[in-house]
């Protein structure tokens, strides 16, 4: 009688363990669905735990007008992830001596960058990349944006009064270094900070000194990238 409990219960033990989802299996299950809650056109996630790419999961797709599948070797956008980047690549000009977060950002640019506000309180470095500069995103920078390129606008002309792309509401009414406000435009800013002192391109710096050391290939520079292994770009249109 004991043996036949005893193989019964090894029978339930297997069966239980079997029914037991492997971490990786669950974690693709939840993505799975946020893929398909959020209606999304394509997603991919890579997951690094010690060290290690633990696990790597893609769904739906990178293009639709090729009909191309989202993969691991898709290059994707990164958005403000690129913020943090751009943070390291300061912090080793710092390292080297070069440059001072607490230096009035003017200093750098070679151009007078202060809130007409508050003329006598500098903008420093730091504030620019702690988003307490007291700078918002105004009702110009999107023209400057689409602008920038095509028309080869210098950044100062969305910041400086009586500048193309300068309006009223490029600065709060509080002082630097005040309260956090989440901004873009900044960092136009500090990217341009990095070029006047080592003397390179932004993208072709952050190449040499941060993604080529770590094995990142990856790129400031969309042209560096060939354009069908990258993902498009898709926004919801109301309807």
């Not at 193989?7 to 029914?19: D, G, K, R, T």
């Not at 007008?65 to 956008?77: D, N, V």
């Not at 193309?164 to 990217?191: E, I, K, R, S």
Request: charged share 20%; aromatic share 14%.
């Amino acid at each position: 009688m004991k043996q036949y409990i005893l193989i019964l219960w090894l029978y339930f033990f297997l069966v239980a363990c079997q029914s037991i989802p492997e971490p990786r299996e669950i974690i693709h299950s939840e993505l799975e669905q946020v893929f398909k809650d959020y209606e999304l056109m394509g997603l991919s996630v890579g997951l690094i735990a010690n060290g290690e790419l633990y696990y790597s999961g893609s769904f739906g797709i990178a293009n639709e007008a090729r009909q191309q599948a989202m993969t691991p070797e898709t290059y994707l956008r990164m958005a403000s992830i690129s913020k943090f980047f751009t943070s390291l690549a300061v912090m080793k000009l710092w390292e080297q001596g070069l440059v001072s977060l607490d230096t009035p950002a003017s200093v750098y640019l070679g151009w007078k960058l202060i809130n007409p506000g508050f003329p006598d309180q500098p903008i420093t470095l730091r504030h620019l990349m702690d988003h307490r500069s007291g700078i918002r995103d105004g009702s110009g920078y999107g023209d400057f944006l689409q602008n920038m390129i095509s028309q080869k606008t210098h950044i100062r002309s969305l910041f400086m009064p009586d500048s193309t792309y300068y309006t009223g509401d490029m600065f709060a009414d509080h002082p630097p270094g005040g309260y956090f406000q989440y901004t873009n435009c900044t960092w136009g800013l500090v990217a341009t900070i990095i070029e006047k002192i080592s003397h390179h391109r932004f993208d072709q710096f952050c190449k040499e000194h941060l993604f080529d050391p770590m094995r990142i290939n990856s790129s400031f520079n969309a042209t560096d990238i060939p354009s069908d292994e990258m993902a498009a770009l898709y926004r919801y249109r109301d309807s």
